[in-house]
Every structure is written in structure tokens, then in C-alpha cells.
């Protein structure tokens, strides 16, 4: 049975894109050598949520409309990912490697070896390596179902115990740079791009509310105040930390942020809370219309701003730079407003294109024609329908 679209998924991912593009353009205020410390908080410690939640929205959908007790076609499974999500990460990862290497006049991405390497870790383009986590979230889809199965609230609450302390371990205790060989030292170094343990707690999180979505909707009626003052006091949480790690330890903001971030105890606890905030809150049915209509367009637009957002953010930063500008605080916002515009409007313009010729839409966002519709009227896109459709 078909069960009814939840406009929560689709609010909270366009509520985290917005939040992923505020990370990336706080990055680029960082290069103000004296910012403003509240708005690099804003930025870069309020938003830590948005790359996590996304986890959590993908592990909810899958498993909302996953029967448990009906057989699990893995190949199937693995061939409707690969439509969603693969080929969108490979035409992405194309686009990014040819981007930077005519922008840079630099021809050493375009080499075979160099390309698969950035293939692997998802570093054609810095918000890409959460497609390669994702990636192989869906490759041990058997693994989650079967645990899920068994899960219980107990073991849930061991899991968020063992990945606060994962999490530590890696983020604040291994150090990999001296293991050999090279091949070892290099998969270590750079294990936040694949390692699907720093997010398997709120993937399953995910997955496991979902399964028990009628429970978990009675809990939101009854402890919605309970959770939103659990948002906050978390938030309060990383944002003690960030400032504590600025006054008393004479951390300079780029170093705070990169230790007040997602995976540290206070950051796990934010993203949990955030995720159980966000959907008690936009599944509320009292929901302003005005503003749910604006939700349901960042989301159905989130997957594009996600993937295409870097090109903004580089070419207004050039621009930038021509004109001498100086990264100041309210230049900060406007460029944040300009990105998000800049690709929401280039989103909205692929999608129409798409509508005409459904190869833009499926190359660049996984997103097909329905049942019965031409993908497009050449050979070659007719053999990529079949070829995915598996017929």
C-alpha cells in the first residue's frame, strides 16, 4: 500500500541546503582576517546540522516506504540508487574536474589515475564527498535492514552512546599521518569522505522512526516542547563550546569551528535534536501555507543548490577579489543571499529545460520521466533508459 507523501522530508532538505550553502559561504568569510565571531558562529555553528540531517531525511524516506516483512530486491534497490544518486555524483564529478581545470589551466585532474582518486573521496568539489558517503550508505542497505529489525530503544541509545565516542576518537584522537604504507596513511587521512560510521547513528536513527513512524508522530503531539528545548539547549551546547574555545583557549575562529563541528559530542546531540525538531515541527498541521509553499520550493530545488552552489560561490568570488573587495560582515550576507539566488534560479531554469529534454533533469538531479514518457528522442538516450530500467 502507498503510503502519503510526508512535506517534512522535503522542508527540512531545503531547510539544510541552506544551511550546507551558509557552511561553504562562511568558509569564504574566513578570509576576512578579523571577522565578526557571532556571524562565523551563525554561519558555520548554527548550520551544523544541515549535512548530517541529510542522513537522516534519505534513511527516513527509504525505510518509510520500505516493507520489512516483504523480500528485499538488492539489485533493484542498488539500480534505482545508482539512477538517484550515482549518476548525478559522476556527471557532477565531470562537470567540477572540468570546471577547475579550465579555470585553473591546470590538466593534472584530467589524469586517469588523478580522476578516480577524486572519484573515490569525493573531491572534484568540496560538498561532494557526501554523495560518496551516501553511496555507500545504499551499498549496505542489507546490513541496516537487518539491524533495524532487531533494534530496540535500549540499543538505539548504545548507539548514540558508541558513536559519541567513535566520533571523538576519530575527530580528536587518531592521528593517521604516520601509518605506512603510503595507500594505508592516505585512506586514513581522509576516512570523514567514506567512513559511514560517523554517521550511522542518525542514518539508522533515521530509518528506525520511520519504520516506527505512527509511534514516533504520537511523540511529537506529546513531547513537542520537550524537543524544541532540547534543540535549543543543544544548540546553546556547541555554541558554549565555540565560544569557550575563543576566550580560554585563545582559538582563532577557524580553529574553533573546526572543533565545535558535527562530530564532536555536543555537535551528535545538535543534529539529533535538530532532526527531531525540525520534523515535529514541519509536520504541524497549523503550518502557514505562505510559508510551506516556500519550503516545498527550496526543497524540490535543494538536490540542484546542493550540488551546483560551489560554481556561485567561486564566481562571485572572483568577482569579488577584482574589485578589491574586503569580505566584510554585511558583504558576508549579501553574498549568501546571492548564491542561494544565483542557484535556486539556475535550478529552476535546468528543471524547465529538463521538462523538455528529460536527459537534463535525469543526468543532473536523477529525476526521470514518469511511466509510459520518453526520456528523449535519441538512440543513445533511449539505450541510458533502458540500460537503467534494466530492460
Not at 534519505?58 to 530486491?73: E, I, Q, V
Not at 559522476?90 to 581545470?101: A, G, K, M
Not at 497549523?286 to 520550493?297: C, D, G, I, Q
Not at 569580505?327 to 542557484?343: E, I, K, N, P, W
Request: proline share 6%.
Amino acid at each position: 500500500m502507498t503510503k502519503p507523501r510526508l512535506p517534512a522530508i522535503e522542508y527540512i532538505r531545503g531547510v539544510s541546503m541552506l544551511g550546507v550553502v551558509g557552511i561553504h559561504v562562511g568558509s569564504q568569510y574566513l578570509a576576512n582576517p578579523t571577522p565578526n565571531v557571532h556571524l562565523v558562529a551563525l554561519f558555520e555553528i548554527a548550520t551544523r546540522f544541515a549535512v548530517p540531517i541529510f542522513f537522516f531525511i534519505s534513511a527516513f524516506g527509504l525505510f518509510y516506504h520500505l516493507d520489512l516483512n516483504a523480500p528485499f530486491s538488492y539489485r533493484d534497490f542498488l539500480r534505482r540508487r545508482a539512477r538517484t544518486v550515482l549518476v548525478p555524483y559522476l556527471v557532477w564529478s565531470v562537470f567540477y574536474v572540468l570546471h577547475y581545470t579550465v579555470l585553473y589551466r591546470d590538466t593534472m585532474l584530467l589524469r586517469p589515475m588523478r580522476f578516480l582518486y577524486y572519484l573515490f573521496f569525493g573531491f572534484a568539489s568540496y560538498q561532494l564527498y557526501f554523495m560518496v558517503i551516501l553511496l555507500w550508505f545504499y551499498l549496505l542497505m542489507p546490513l541496516w535492514i537487518r539491524i533495524l529489525r532487531r533494534m530496540t530503544p535500549p540499543a538505539m541509545a548504545g548507539l548514540l552512546v558508541f558513536q559519541i565516542a567513535f566520533d571523538y576518537w576519530s575527530s580528536y584522537l587518531f592521528n593517521p599521518y604516520g601509518l605506512e604504507p603510503k595507500l594505508l596513511r592516505l585512506l586514513m587521512v581522509n576516512r570523514l569522505n567514506y567512513w559511514v560510521l560517523h554517521y550511522v547513528f542518525i542514518f539508522l536513527l533515521g530509518g528506525w522512526l520511520a519504520i516506527h513512524y505512527p509511534k514516533f508522530c504520537r511523540f511529537m503531539e506529546q513531547r513537542r516542547r520537550e524537543t524544541a528545548v532540547f534543540f535549543a539547549g543543544t544548540l546553546l551546547a556547541l555554541l558554549a563550546q565555540y565560544y569557550w574555545l575563543l576566550a580560554v583557549r585563545g582559538y582563532t575562529p577557524v580553529e574553533a569551528i573546526n572543533t565545535a563541528h558535527q562530530l564532536s559530542p555536543a555537535g551528535i546531540l545538535y543534529t539529533m535534536a535538530a532532526s527531531l525538531f525540525f520534523f515535529a515541527l514541519f509536520t504541524d498541521d497549523r503550518f502557514p501555507a505562505p510559508l510551506a509553499a516556500v519550503l516545498s520550493f527550496l526543497g524540490r530545488h535543494s538536490y540542484f543548490a546542493y550540488l551546483a552552489h560551489p560554481v556561485a560561490i567561486t564566481w562571485l568570488g572572483f568577482g569579488m577579489e577584482r574589485r578589491n573587495l574586503v569580505m566584510t560582515g554585511a558583504r558576508a550576507l549579501a553574498f549568501y543571499l546571492a548564491v542561494v539566488a544565483l542557484t535556486l534560479l539556475a535550478a529552476v531554469l535546468l528543471r524547465r529545460l529538463g521538462e523538455r529534454w528529460p536527459l537534463i533533469n535525469a543526468l543532473t538531479i536523477g529525476v526521470y520521466p514518469q511511466e509510459g514518457l520518453r526520456l528523449e528522442s535519441s538512440p543513445w538516450a533511449r539505450r541510458f533508459k533502458r540500460f537503467w530500467e534494466g530492460t
